[in-house]
């Protein structure tokens, strides 16, 4: 435990010392050359859904299937999560009866869809963005306003997970 | 050998301590980052309690008006008038009064302690891309351009989605920007200062729930103690005698006459527009009424009453789109000389995508220190507004409220001012959160910085997401 420790301490200052005299890049860490965003697409009214064009900057990256079928799932996900059907109008009377405090114990319908959408990008970034050198961000951490793809420079970059 | 030992177990224990609390704190040459919550440094102008679980507005003075106006009332009744009632009529009186009581309080908390649906603002990263994507659908002439508007195709209605520029997004429909919460909220319907906060698409339900049951609370008291006083003078044998047995009585009534116009006035409003599925906002300014044209319909309805207000008032509740209690992970301004930007990210961070996301972040801000900047002139202008009287209160607001058009141009003009605080905190957000399991965090970091990916964030303790 100890050792580790004294090595976390190089480490960061090893890291300092090389970041402030040379460039990040010498560190074969991946740079981030652009990020793309993808929009929310408002024609359906409020929903959470989004634009399912596919941006020139990924053209050499991805493919336009793996796209779509990503943008198509997540879209659907959402609608799910604010789909107005039985289960949900019980969920809401049984949560007025109870004054709202059934939420202590049990998790909304739009929050047990938003850990699907999680587990999903995650798995996306798996295996299909990262081997590509991109990165999904959950639109949930930018506000359900874009989905964010990160894209760094192909430089061979190894997943450090 | 003993000493041994216990040498090298406290040798263990010494460095197992060590692990444990190893912030930077314990490295020589870092300074203690105080671990920040995100509301903390939200850019809006709301209040925080209770470690971020409760979120006001700023001016929360009538709301505690409201407060008392409704304990000293029911409490006035409860004492003085339900041992009466309970007595000579029956003791499903107080129960009944105790239940709508209990109803309307936990609702009107339930409406000024949680979040509206602020939509969080946007990032540097996406303002910039926005600014270059409307810069070419301009053609830049190097002049500040006119208001951005999107239109957008909505169940066959055109809608105009406006740019904030102080949150620096395309508004979603329906959204409004507050000017007294300074925040955008989905879904806007009007900023209460009853209530003590905005209503939009979070808390609608809770206030309608608020105004109704207080509706009925507020006839239920005032017809009872009419009721006492009237048995009450029966057996006491004059109005007067009576009314000097229960002086409370009066005030109850006095409290009860004055609000029931109002209150039942503004329930059976909302009534109205739950119904048709509209926002105060969009009814004040007659965005889908008839009269604008002969084609003008209410995109979002859902064609019938029932549907409509099943939506309203049971549809599933969206959760809270800015994270207060999670961590900010940066807040290197203030750690480091900014000798090289990046030696300050290296420093404090340890996840390499985030390094990477840095440089690029640093080389576009400058080295500006950080404003914080209210605009002025939307704070000035509105306390008259919030002043109000008895009569019709929630519905006097919207009015004064300049949320779409009057509040961008007026925001347009500190545009730049406005720039320098998003900046500032948009940064700490964009580091916030850090990705998932995809890449390794370093250890020295204790266990409750890095938040466990996707689960973490709802299960960030006991408390529900209000």
């Known amino acids: 435990m100890a050792t580790t420790d004294l090595n976390c301490s190089e480490f960061h200052n090893d890291q300092i010392a090389t970041l402030s005299t040379h460039s990040l890049q010498e560190l074969q860490h991946p740079v981030v050359s652009t990020k793309v965003f993808i929009q929310r697409d408002y024609s359906s009214g409020t929903l959470c859904k989004f634009q399912n064009k596919f941006p020139a900057e990924l053209e050499s990256r991805l493919d336009r299937q793996h796209f779509e079928e990503t943008i198509q799932t997540l879209n659907n996900l959402y609608a799910e999560a604010e789909k107005l059907g ?53 639109p949930i951490e930018r506000g359900l306003r874009v989905i964010e793809i990160t894209v760094f420079e192909d430089r061979g970059f190894v997943p450090t997970s | 050998m003993h000493l041994g030992v216990s040498e090298s177990m406290r040798e263990c224990e010494y460095s197992q301590i060590s692990t444990r609390s190893s912030t930077p704190m314990e490295t020589p040459f870092k300074k203690k980052i105080p671990k920040k919550r995100k509301w903390e440094s939200f850019p809006g102008r709301n209040k925080f309690y209770c470690d971020g679980r409760i979120m006001m507005a700023k001016q929360t003075g009538v709301f505690y008006l409201t407060l008392v ?88 209605q055109t809608v105009k989605l406006k740019y904030c520029f102080t949150c620096k997004i395309f508004r979603p429909p329906r959204a409004s920007h507050c000017s007294l919460c300074d925040n955008c909220v989905e879904r806007f319907d009007h900023h209460c200062p009853w209530v003590g906060n905005c209503v939009g698409r979070r808390n609608y339900r809770f206030f309608y ?14 017809a009872f103690v009419i009721t006492h006083i009237i048995l009450r003078s029966s ?77 309203a008032l049971c549809g599933p509740l969206p959760p809270s789109l800015i994270d207060r209690r999670g961590f900010v992970y940066l807040d290197t301004p203030q750690l480091a000389p900014p000798t090289n930007g990046i030696t300050v990210y290296g420093s404090t961070q340890s996840q390499q995508s985030h390094m990477a996301a840095a440089t690029p972040l640093l080389q576009q801000q400058s080295s ?42 007026s925001l347009s003009c500190q545009e730049s001012t406005d720039m320098l605080p998003v900046h500032a905190h948009a940064h700490s957000h964009n580091h916030s959160r850090p990705l998932q399991d995809q890449v390794a ?26």
């Open chain 2, 368 to 409: 500006e220190p950080v404003i914080i900047t209210a605009s002025p002139e939307n704070g000035g202008a509105l306390p008259s507004r919030t002043s109000l009287g008895l009569g019709g209160p929630c519905t006097s607001l919207p009015l004064g409220q300049p949320t779409p058009a009057t509040s961008t141009a």
């Open chain 2, 209 to 222: 729930m608020f105004i109704l049951s207080l509706s009925f609370l507020t006839i239920f008291i005032f």
């Open chain 2, 69 to 156: 106006l409704i304990l000293v009332t029911c409490g006035l009744f409860f004492t003085f008038d339900c041992p009466f009632l309970a007595e000579h009529l029956t003791p499903v009186i107080p129960v009944v009064g105790g239940v709508l009581f209990v109803f309307v309080l936990g609702t009107l908390l339930r409406t000024s302690f949680s979040d509206p649906g602020v939509l969080p603002r946007a990032t540097p990263d996406e303002a910039a891309d926005l600014e270059r994507q409307i810069d070419v659908a301009n053609g830049s002439t190097g002049y500040r351009p006119p208001p951005r508007t999107k239109e957008v195709v909505i169940n066959g």
């Open chain 1, 86 to 138: 039985g289960k949900s109008y019980l969920e809401g009377c049984l949560a007025c009866l109870t004054a709202y405090t059934i939420f202590l114990c049990m998790e909304t319908q739009y929050e047990k869809v938003l850990r699907k959408v999680a587990r999903y990008i995650k798995e996306q970034n798996e295996k299909v963005y990262i081997p590509r050198s991109l990165l999904l961000t959950d």
């Open chain 2, 235 to 311: 057996h006491r044998g004059g109005f007067l005698n009576a009314l000097k047995d229960s002086p409370a009585s009066v005030l109850e009534v006095v409290v009860c006459f004055f609000s029931v116009w109002s209150i039942v006035g503004l329930s059976g409003f909302h009534t109205y527009l739950i119904s048709s599925n509209q926002t105060t906002n969009e009814d004040i300014k007659g965005s889908w009424s008839s009269k604008r044209g002969k084609d003008n319909y209410n995109p979002y309805s859902h064609g019938n009453i029932v549907t409509n207000c099943c939506a």
């Open chain 2, 441 to 466: 965090h370093h250890h020295f970091l204790t266990p409750e910085d890095l938040p466990s990916p996707p689960a973490g964030r709802w299960c960030s303790g006991p408390e529900p997401d209000v």
